[in-house]
């Protein structure tokens, strides 16, 4: 189908069709026909609408790309390139394009579940002929200082002294060996390169080898589709077990390959689970406010921990410096959070938070003020000097785009050429000056703003997802992206679900979803055996008959899945019994109660019926704590993270109200212990001060007579009391709650 044809109905669907769009259409068309590139375009449109139709999540846009309003309008992307005032010709224009120079061409990335990235490339596959679409390889090359030391682990020359040569030797990458040896700070290496034969002789063979390729791996995003059979044009090699060309991104695209970069990100996967799960469609993501309040009060108080791009403290405390307040705010922040601009969040801050006028601070912007005020007086984006020098100075977007390569790459001589037209034809030539200084700056941290509207645009779903379908998000946020108790604390902390231990009402084998609460999974619980944990989901039966203290329905329940005395007792310290037994009185009774329950399956004479050993279950059962009032023992037990106003810095909590229990009453609850202070007696012994997070506070909690407890999930059993004016627990018993 004719490209043309697709933007100009999509144009009219969208009810955009105006001449602004039309004109932005008719510009990048002539570029994509000159150059043939209508067909890449309708490839990638055709993955991407594929992955569509399957009902995967794919990723808004990534890199330049997002400035190409035919992407927008071909599905490719999802941003509207005018509405964010991207341009088409940091992504292509005609001075980027040079016919047979693979670096020219345009590169579309894109992001698609990880989950779902094998499958798309099966249907490249099956659609092109699996012996014309490969995969990538990435070529690893050597520096002098991974060369030389390739060389001493392959020698008899000391390890030991050959880091420590290194270590006091200043090498840059792309430095030879002359270099390096003429640098008068290299002393050291000088020394031993002139003293020790062997040390010599190692530095002249890995001078040979600088440069060279080192390592042979698959490229991370890259597959190459060709019109032929692949064998036919380059070699093919296995590696780890998948076969892969034996070239690298410019070696195919100078071979007439289509290359394309296809990402596998687990986000995509989270925001479709999460969407299913919740019943709701994705696509309406794309029609959500991007200025709910709501969204900016959570991120102002750094409770996005789990959200992509936002949710790492480095940029929760950057959210929270400039008072993120809208979507351009969150667009700044992707760029801002980078290691060359940091430097500029509190500048960002203070113009914004205290109303202060740009040109105060900066009078020579006056001509810019327009293209300069979204980010508060800071060049942030690339896209900003390209557009200051078309503006000020005239220059065409093929010229702003070589202004944005010269200055990146310091070509000075193209840079000095650039830089006469830049200030003489510009209105004011003192205040050009001064501009061309800052754009030089900029060069050095400015980011691609169409890949930070992309990444903000998937930051703020995430963020979306978290506010209003908080525990379907900590489902999958624990499913997707944690792997350990210190990350699943971090997503606890951040957040004001409460994620409770398993139910038998509820729990499958991962986390469930009811009524707004989340459960962890049976298959998260060590210890538990997968046909036992298959059993208890199936037999819902038993499951419903339980009832608090009925010793004989307990009893039938263990019996119809078959259980053992190993997962009796993991699933019994996981919580999963609490609505009808108290954890501690059945962990003391387990062992005589089930050395009785085998003893009598072996049994040919006087073999105990269900009611006789339902009987001497309730004997064990009241005989070890039979002078604890149950009823005394609460038994709240969540897992959670702090009160939603905490930030996560713990240094600066709000002091909790500890109103769920009275001073002496009886504690029993799930708690993590995220750091453990050892502290002496008046009589010398050790006891233990834990900061723990539970249901709705963080508190101080002290221990005796207790081994050394370490970081991680407790049940904690005992009685509140007072430690310096503040609530305390005395803890007389704890027990490891142990996740998978």
């Known amino acids: 189908m004719n490209i043309r044809k697709i933007c100009e109905k999509h144009l009219k669907d969208i009810d955009l069709d105006n001449e602004k769009y039309r004109e932005r259409i008719n510009t990048e068309l002539i570029v994509l026909e000159k150059y043939n590139l209508e067909n890449y375009f309708l490839i990638v449109a055709d993955i991407i609408n594929m992955c569509k139709r399957k009902n995967w999540f794919v990723g808004p846009g990534r890199g330049s790309a997002g400035g190409s309003l035919v992407c927008y309008l071909l599905g490719i992307t999802e941003i509207d390139p005018i ?8 992504f292509l224009n005609e001075t980027r394009v040079t016919k047979g120079d693979a670096s020219s061409m345009p590169d579309i990335d894109f992001d698609v579940p990880k989950s779902k990235r094998q499958e798309v490339i099966e249907y490249l596959q099956d659609k092109y002929g699996e012996d014309k679409v490969f995969l990538i390889s990435n070529y690893s090359y050597f520096t002098l200082n991974s060369a030389i030391r390739k060389v001493i682990s392959v020698s008899d020359f000391e390890a030991e002294s050959g880091n420590m040569i290194l270590k006091n030797t200043i090498i840059e990458k792309g430095d030879s060996l002359k270099t390096v040896i003429e640098n008068k700070e290299n002393s050291i290496f000088f020394k031993y390169y002139n003293s020790d034969k062997e040390f010599q002789k190692i530095c002249d063979i890995a001078d040979k080898m600088n440069g060279n390729v080192s390592n042979l791996s698959i490229h ?28 690298d991104k410019k070696d195919v695209e100078n071979m007439g390959g289509v290359k394309i970069d296809l ?70 922040a992707v760029a801002l959070i980078r290691p ?44 900003q000097f390209m557009e200051i020098s078309k503006v000020l100075s005239g220059f065409t977007d093929a010229e702003a785009d070589v202004l944005r390569k010269a200055i990146g790459k310091k070509d000075m001589i193209l840079m000095e050429s650039l830089k006469e037209k830049f200030i003489n034809n510009a209105p004011d030539k003192n205040d050009a000056i001064k501009i061309w200084v800052a754009i030089e700056m900029a060069a050095e941290y400015s980011f691609n703003k169409s890949h930070s509207v992309a990444y903000a645009l998937l930051g703020f779903f995430t963020a979306y997802l978290k506010c209003h379908y908080p525990a379907n998000f900590m489902k999958y946020a624990l499913i997707h992206l944690s792997t350990t108790q210190k990350k699943l604390l971090d997503l606890l902390r951040n957040s004001d679900i409460f994620v409770n ?43 419903e008959n339980l009832e608090k203290n009925n010793f004989l329905k307990m009893i039938r329940f263990m019996e119809a899945v078959n259980m053992d005395k190993s997962t009796f007792d993991a699933l019994n310290k996981s919580g999963l019994f609490l609505d009808f037994f108290n954890m501690g009185k059945l962990i003391q009774c387990s062992e005589s109660l089930f050395k009785e329950l085998r003893a009598n399956k072996t049994r040919k004479k006087s073999k105990k019926d269900e ?23 609460k038994s709240i037990v969540t897992i959670t993270g702090v009160i939603p106003d905490f930030p996560d810095d713990r240094r600066n909590f709000a002091k909790p109200k500890f109103e769920d229990y009275n001073i002496s009453d009886k504690f029993q609850e799930l708690g993590y212990v995220s750091k453990v202070i050892t502290k002496k007696t008046v009589k010398g012994n050790d006891y233990f001060l834990l900061e723990c997070s539970f249901k709705h506070y963080f508190l101080m909690v002290r221990i005796f007579r207790e081994k050394k407890i370490e970081e991680g999930f407790y049940f904690f059993f005992g009685f509140i009391g007072e430690y310096i004016g503040n609530p305390s627990l005395n803890i007389n018993k704890t027990e490891r709650y142990n996740l998978k």
């Not at 986390?511 to 989340?518: A, D, F, I, P, R």
Request: aromatic share 10%.
């Open 340 to 383: 060359g601009s940091k430097k500029f969040i509190p500048n960002y801050a203070n113009v914004k938070l205290n109303n202060k006028n740009i040109l105060d601070e900066i009078p020579y912007f006056k001509d810019i003020l327009d293209i300069v005020t979204p980010t508060y007086g800071i060049i942030l984006f690339q896209e």
């Open 501 to 543: 231990p398993p139910c038998l009402k509820h729990s499958e084998s991962g986390y469930t979803v009811k009524n707004g609460n989340l459960y962890i999974g049976l298959g998260d619980v060590k210890g538990v055996r997968q046909k036992t944990m298959e059993r208890i989901i199936e037999n819902e039966i038993e499951k």
């Open 220 to 247: 991370a995003s890259g597959v190459v589709i060709f019109d032929e059979n692949v064998s036919n044009i380059f070699p093919l090699r296995k590696i780890k077990n998948t076969l892969a060309l034996q070239g």
């Open 611 to 633: 009611d006789q050993l339902a009987e001497f279950f309730s004997f064990l059962y009241n005989r070890e704590l039979n002078s604890e009032k149950e009823d005394d023992i």
């Open 263 to 332: 990402l596998g990100l687990s986000t995509c996967d989270l925001i479709q689970s999460i969407t299913e799960d919740a019943g709701i469609d994705w696509r309406d993501l794309y029609h959500i406010d991007l200025e709910d309040p709501k969204i900016y009060e959570m991120i102002q108080k750094g409770l996005v921990t789990g959200c992509f791009q936002i949710g790492t403290p480095e940029m929760k405390k950057c959210l929270i410096d400039i008072k993120c307040s809208c979507f351009e705010d969150l667009i700044a």
């Open 83 to 90: 509405k964010y005032d991207l341009l088409f010709s940091r």
